[in-house]
């Protein structure tokens, strides 16, 4: 009671004593099941890129509800990206699952150009100096290690109760402080105006008939009166129990952080089924009598822009034009189709390096010897609409092949994983590899779609692997030197052996593990300025010397792979990309 009455928490109402709560006492309102906050004015000043997008608050309050600091957070509807964007701001791992390409590009490039506010890690130096300013303690000396799972330096409020004001023994040396001044100039100001007054019945304002000795030490009392107040007020802040605000942690102006590492993966080649309302499966073939069934839609629609667009390979006269397609009751070959024979498939000219194409077809086969306008057939293998098509599918596809006596197995796909750059000729038989364009997806939907450039051949990286020099690396060390890749031009029908110039960026896994790609080298290469864009991007100048290190053709020197793997990555300017997998000894 003595200290609740020395930080004036008592009153009188009526014939009652009632304790004084402040609103600073506990200054935040704890969230109910109702969250009125997120309605749909929770998008004020948030752009909605996609028709059933979340407010970004929802998210946020749900994932920290339910997780910490580098937990894992699954969205198996990916949607505009929500969940994978708030969950990088807020430091969680994430994975996001969607069917539509179109989510996963609006999600990936809201991801890439974000910008992200730095917080302060606890298991960091400059958290630990930050908790000590907060808690008013001397900084910790405990070693740091960047752990996010320690979580960040979150702000706090104090939850101030009776019991903290009571147990807080600082408030009696807070007041025999103060006491040793106020005591001798209360006494001195009763001298001067010829009053007994108690502490609590000295008023507030000096009067006006006073001699200025007494409104001084007036003045003088009060200010030290005032003093010892917010010495208590703050003794007690900081003795009584916090509630922390985790969805306000501290934060670095100085720093801007951007989205970390990651991979875009694809599913299985798994067929998929369609089942009914009884749980039967449905026969996608024999579903309608007047054509396909849904099932067979997707590959009816790539049959019919393969016989319009046809497939380009490494020069423009090498484009196989098929003269008809029809379809093949296979397994995994699903169409058969008929190209004249001529410089299409098997002419390349000279100075195309042999391993810059899987695709480039050897001389043989039905035909050989036989001169040009020899007619042809080709297996075709359509890969799924979602998912990657991976080496012992082609394996499959190329026995098959073979065995119903095809000339070259054209396979089309959205995605190949690694190992099916290392297969290129089953026997007799040449394969193909035609990457589709991803406007196929929503071939519906774009009218205008374009029928040059939907089954296109993306060569490979062409690179040197080198022993890194004495100055730059450690002894053992190597770096790669990418010379270029050959790219198919749209705008202009032209296939060419590009330098390093027209790639936009390369990427390495110098550990390759056959699962999945982790960059570990990122550069970034191209005639325009890609310095000027990123200062441009991040608002803040950039080190020179070390965008040097970024922009360039040639690696920064690394170990050598446990693995004795190395993967290495290439996007170009019109956003192809391929990735191949190479041995180091």
């Avoid at 198996?76 to 069917?99: A, F, H, K, L, M």
Wanted: aromatic content about 10%; glycine content about 8%; proline content about 5%.
């Amino acid at each position: 009671m003595k200290n609740l009455i020395w930080d004036n928490r008592l009153i009188i109402a009526g014939n009652n004593l009632n304790y004084v709560r402040f609103q600073d006492d506990f200054p935040v309102i704890p969230i109910n099941n109702i969250w009125a906050d997120t309605a749909i004015a929770g998008f004020s000043g948030e752009d909605k890129v996609y028709v059933v997008q979340t407010a970004k608050k929802v998210i946020q309050r749900c994932i920290q509800m339910s997780t910490d600091p580098g937990d894992l957070v699954l969205d198996p509807t990916c949607g505009s990206g929500t969940t994978t964007y708030v969950s990088e701001q807020w430091g969680r791992r994430w994975i996001t699952i969607d069917t539509s390409r179109v989510a996963l590009a609006l999600a990936r490039a809201r991801i890439m150009g974000a910008r992200y506010q730095y917080y302060l890690l606890a298991d960091s130096r400059d958290g630990q100096l930050k908790e000590a300013e907060v808690n008013r303690t001397a900084p910790s000396s405990q070693p740091t290690r960047g752990d996010i799972r320690q979580g960040f330096v979150y702000e706090r409020v104090p939850h101030i109760m009776l019991k903290s004001i009571a147990n807080n023994a600082e408030i009696d040396v807070i007041w025999e402080k103060y006491q040793e001044i106020l005591a001798p100039l209360r006494e001195k100001l009763n001298q001067a105006v010829g009053k007994s007054w108690e502490e609590w019945e000295i008023p507030r304002d000096a009067q006006g008939n006073w001699p200025d000795a007494a409104k001084k030490l007036h003045e003088q009392w009060w200010k030290q009166r005032i003093a010892r107040q917010k010495e208590i007020d703050a003794s007690i802040a900081a003795k009584a129990e916090f509630e922390y605000l985790y969805d306000k942690p501290y934060d670095d102006k100085k720093k801007v952080r951007v989205a970390g590492p990651f991979t875009v993966e694809s599913l299985l080649p798994h067929r998929v089924l369609a089942m009914d309302e009884n749980d039967e499966l449905i026969d996608g073939v024999a579903e309608s009598k007047n054509g396909y069934g849904e099932e067979r839609d997707f590959v009816r629609m790539i049959l019919e822009n393969l016989k319009i667009a046809g497939v380009q390979q490494a020069h423009k006269e090498d484009k196989v034009n098929f003269t008809s397609i029809t379809p093949w009751p296979g397994e995994l070959i699903c169409a058969e189709g008929r190209y004249i024979e001529g410089d299409s498939l098997e002419s390349s000219p000279p100075g195309v390096r042999e391993q810059a194409f899987t695709s480039t077809l050897s001389p043989g086969g039905r035909g050989q010897g036989e001169g040009e306008g020899i007619e042809k057939r080709a297996a075709i293998f359509i890969g799924p609409e979602f998912g990657t098509v991976s080496r012992p599918d082609l394996v499959s596809a190329a026995r098959e092949a073979g065995d119903a006596d095809f000339d070259v197995l054209i396979t089309c796909a959205f995605n190949y994983d690694a190992h099916s750059s290392e297969f290129n000729k089953l026997g007799r038989i040449p394969v193909l590899k035609a990457r589709m364009n991803a406007d196929l997806h929503m071939a519906d939907d774009l009218k205008n779609t374009g029928k040059g450039n939907l089954f296109v051949i993306f060569g490979e990286p062409d690179i040197d692997i080198i022993d890194a020099p004495g100055e730059e690396g450690k002894a053992g060390q190597i770096q790669v030197k990418i010379n270029g890749v050959d790219v198919f031009h749209p705008n202009t029908g032209e296939v060419r052996s590009d330098g390093a110039e027209g790639i936009a960026c390369w990427f390495i896994d110098t550990d390759y593990n056959e699962e999945s790609f982790f960059v570990r080298h990122a550069y970034f290469l191209g005639a325009n300025d890609p310095y000027k864009s990123l200062k441009t991007t991040l608002k803040a100048e950039i080190n020179e010397d070390a965008w040097a290190t970024l922009h360039s053709d040639t690696s920064r020197p690394f170990d050598k792979p446990k693995s004795g793997r190395i993967a290495v990555k290439v996007i170009n300017h019109l956003g192809d990309e391929v990735m191949k997998v190479f041995r180091v000894g």
